[in-house]
């Protein structure tokens, strides 16, 4: 045999001894958080690194992170020169998906890059993750897997009537006030939760102060997967001590009935309350988009 | 605890310029008004407990609110206080406490107001809770505790603030406090500064700056994701211009710097630092928003148009409820025709959202457009007609649409005879909403409104009773359901005397849902107006509310179940004193 040759299987051999001791099992959820920040949180899933120590093995290895996009095309990858070391203990080695993504050294491309910084998410679709165990000196790939992952993402209802600064005839509005909004985008066969809140601004209240200390007057589900609901009031909005101004607003619920997230989690998945008014003897105003 | 000790440090370095005003003017005014206001709320139902519970409280059962809205005036000094609050805590959409609240958390709920705001020349002390709108992409609205100056030396503005937007609150389990536990919070810093120039009534222009920041320290159990301890700044340039010739101009460009989670490692990869304020984690982002408008305004008429725009990571803790990745404009119209008998008020506007594609591959798109004529045919005469059309679009495979026409006619007739005043008006809608789900199956829902109300008001000339009668029928259809009420109302206000005015209402309504028997409800208020004093006014009004279930709802549908049908009878005691100064 040609000593080539056997240099040749003696590399192959020397890779397959070296490759064998490390296992990576990348237990990412299907439909991970949209904010890659969230990653660390263990809904996400898990990377699992197994290690097997050997008479030639190295517990230290880096992660390198490639993200591919629908048609299978980079969109982004981490630098291996300046990912973390890390030392792996005999056995399972346990890291969070935010580990996985290595965020801080992440560099994406493009349109998905521009889009990171702007919003810390991915747009909604299909990717691909793979990570792989490279030696420190991260010129050898010790171990490797991928996994395809979703990610979505929702825009909450934006309400339309009655709209902002709205006027609404009392004789009327004591006995019904109809309430629409538009639909969580996108729509999926597992119709949200849609709850409508009115709140009474009280007498010295601002609208925001109402709407943030006080309790609701109403608090209602909407028959689920419509975008309306009709209010029955029963209230004495004739009288003159009876409150005129109201602010209102739609929280939009999972099937699980945890609250859609929007940026700020405190708002619990409510859209940008609107306030009306109630008027008597005048003509309903219409104003402007809320 | 600390900002009130900084507010009283404040209070007392600001005390020699007090002492130098009122050596020269000692003249000490005393302004404004103050007062107390209670609601009762009463709900005895038949079955009083029963699954599922058909009727729940809807109101505390005890509210008071104080209010002590006092204007001071010593010498050149001007202090108006603003405070307005309650004993009680009946938070929802920000987080209860779940147990008492300490002082702190009382006076950094956002239900209370204890604001002092002392102006002397062009230098004015906020004190307190403070209502602060720099502009609007930058402050919001928010109540805010804490301590800041407004100063206006010449042309230039100044405005400083620091305080605390969200109070703090622990996070509880479900078996701490039952049943669903407490979220939680954590206290929300907020610093704002505005640099400006201003000429008043002519133009302003400056610069907006205010940071908040969660205090991860604030609280002893920290609250659960998704809620994290957050940090933003926002940067906003705000110029508005009006001209001699009736022209309106304004702009604001606006950048936020956004934290999501203070907890996440420090990193600059994603966004660089924003020096010296703000330094970048993985889960930081920031991102524009503009607003623009125009307006011109001539002797009989008026037109604007605006034109917004908010990325999809733009945001403002000053107001965490705005809804961003969107743009929208507006352009509306007002105006008088045929010798000021027509009044014309009509604007158009659309909005597309999903900009950044997050939420799908499409943007979305609303319209909405409204005209409202008013005519003046004679003096007896009027008609109002307006129309509104909404439309929403999410066209992707796994999108949704929905279209709203809705037109209203609102005559009005009046005449005269030797001894009453009668107004006669009448008020139709129609409205037509459709809904089309774009996942196969494919699903519209038509739903079709129709509203028509008969008003009739008698005015005696020369007797104390002011009656007024109205007839409402609604009717809303979206198959397979179909909803119908009725309902009739009198009312009638008494003047037995000058300072006393004794009011109530009856209302009868029927409301049925085919293929059901109607529900019956009838909704009784009496009240009175009386001004004890010149400057002591006492209102009261108690409302009745008894409500009978028809077949919609059978007692032998509740558990336990019942013979007959469930009933409850709601009432509401409102009653209150104000004292003007």
């Known amino acids: ?290 | 605890m600390k900002y009130i000790l900084r507010i009283l440090v404040f209070s007392i370095l600001l005390t020699p310029f007090k002492g130098s005003a009122q050596d020269k003017k000692k003249l000490i005014k005393f302004g404004g008004d103050m007062g107390v206001w209670y609601e009762g709320y009463g709900l005895d139902k038949d079955p009083n407990s029963s699954l599922p519970n058909f009727y729940p409280a809807r109101k505390p059962w005890n509210l008071l609110r104080y209010s002590f809205n006092p204007n001071l005036t010593v010498g050149k000094w001007n202090i108006p206080f603003n405070f307005n609050f309650t004993a009680m805590q009946n938070n929802f959409t920000t987080s209860p406490t779940g147990k008492k609240q300490s002082i702190w958390q009382y006076l950094t709920n956002p239900v209370n107001n204890f604001g002092i705001s002392p102006k002397i020349g062009t230098t004015e002390l906020l004190l307190g809770t403070q209502n602060l709108q720099y502009s609007d992409l930058s402050t919001g609205d928010l109540g805010i505790f804490g301590y800041g100056v407004n100063l206006a030396p010449g042309k230039f503005r100044i405005k400083l603030f620091n305080g605390v937007s969200q109070r703090p609150v622990d996070y509880l389990t479900a078996v701490q406090f039952p049943p669903n536990g407490i979220t939680g919070a954590y206290q929300r810093n907020q610093w704002m500064a505005q640099l400006g120039m201003e000429k008043e009534e002519k133009y302003f222009a400056g610069f907006n700056f205010v940071k908040s920041s969660d205090h991860r320290n604030s609280v002893n159990t920290a609250p659960l994701p998704p809620i994290e301890p957050q940090e933003n700044m926002v940067v906003s340039f705000l110029a508005k211009v009006n001209t001699s010739d009736g022209w309106k101009y304004h702009i604001e460009l606006g950048q936020s710097f956004f934290t999501r989670n203070l907890n996440t490692a420090l990193s600059t990869t994603i966004v660089p630092d924003f020096k010296p304020f703000v330094k970048a984690h993985t889960s930081s982002n920031k991102d524009n928003a503009v607003m623009l408008g125009v307006a011109k305004k001539g002797s009989d008429w008026e037109i604007g148009a605006k034109f917004n725009y908010y990325g999809a990571g733009y945001y403002t803790a000053g107001y965490p409820f705005m809804q961003n990745d969107k743009s929208e404009y507006l352009v509306n119209t007002r105006f008088n025709a045929f010798k000021k008998k027509m009044n014309i008020v009509a604007s158009l506007g659309q909005r597309f959202g999903n900009l950044s594609k997050i939420a799908g591959p499409s943007v979305t798109k609303q319209i909405i457009a409204n005209v409202n004529v008013f005519t003046q045919f004679s003096d007896h005469f009027t008609l109002t007609t307006s129309f509104n059309n909404y439309g929403f679009n999410a066209s992707s495979i796994s999108g949704y649409k929905s279209v709203s026409n809705e037109l209203t006619v609102n005559p009005s007739y009046t005449w005269t005879t030797p001894k009453i005043n009668h107004l006669l008006s009448g008020t139709y809608t129609f409205s037509k909403y459709d809904e089309t789900i774009l996942l196969p199956p494919l699903t519209t829902t038509h739903n079709n409104t129709k509203t028509a109300l008969i008003l009739y008001v008698p005015t005696f000339l020369e007797k104390k009773i002011s009656p007024d009668f109205s007839l409402m029928w609604f009717n809303n259809k979206a198959t397979p359901i179909e909803l119908t009420l009725l309902s009739a109302t009198a009312g009638m206000n008494w003047k037995p005397k000058e300072k006393i005015n004794i009011k109530g209402q009856l209302q009868y309504s029927l409301s049925t849902i085919k293929p059901y028997t109607a529900n019956k409800n009838l909704l009784a208020t009496t009240g009175f107006d009386w001004e004890l004093y010149k400057k002591l006014t006492w209102q009261f009004s108690f409302t009745a509310n008894i409500y009978h279930y028809g077949t919609e709802l059978p007692g032998s549908s509740l558990s336990p179940p019942i013979t007959g049908f469930p009933n409850y009878f709601e009432t509401t005691v409102r009653t209150g004193l104000q004292y003007r100064f």
């Open chain 1, 1 to 290: 045999m040609k000593p080539y040759i056997m240099m040749l299987m003696g590399l192959v051999l020397a890779i397959q001894s070296v490759t064998a001791q490390i296992t990576i099992n990348l237990a990412l959820s299907n439909r991970p958080q949209p904010w890659l920040s969230d990653w660390a949180n263990p809904v996400n899933g898990q990377l699992i690194i197994s290690y097997m120590p050997q008479v030639v093995g190295d517990p230290n290895v880096k992660l390198r992170t490639t993200l591919f996009d629908e048609s299978g095309a980079i969109i982004g990858s981490s630098n291996t020169s300046s990912a973390r070391v890390y030392r792996l203990k005999d056995g399972v080695n346990l890291f969070s998906a935010a580990d996985a993504i290595q965020l801080q050294n992440l560099k994406l491309l493009g349109k998905a890059q521009a889009l990171l910084q702007r919003t810390g998410r991915l747009s909604a679709g299909l990717y691909q993750l793979t990570v792989e165990a490279l030696n420190t000196a991260g010129d050898v790939v010790r171990a490797r897997q991928t996994k395809s992952f979703t990610i979505t993402a929702y825009q909450l209802p934006f309400l339309t009537s009655p709209a902002n600064e709205a006027n609404l005839d009392a004789h009327i509005a004591q006995s019904t006030i109809i309430f629409r909004w538009t639909s969580l985008v996108p729509s999926s066969t597992e119709l949200p939760i849609y709850r409508v809140q009115v709140f009474e601004i009280l007498p010295n209240q601002t609208p925001m102060q109402a709407f943030r200390g006080n309790r609701p007057l109403l608090d209602e589900q909407a028959t689920r997967g419509t975008t309306q609901y009709i209010w029955r009031p029963n209230l004495a909005m004739l009288d003159s001590t009876a409150n005129k101004k109201f602010i209102w607003t739609v929280q939009t619920i999972d099937r699980e009935g945890k609250p859609i997230q929007g940026l700020d989690a405190t708002a619990q998945g409510r859209s940008t309350p609107a306030v009306f008014t109630i008027i008597r003897n005048e003509a309903v105003k219409r104003p402007e988009l809320n």
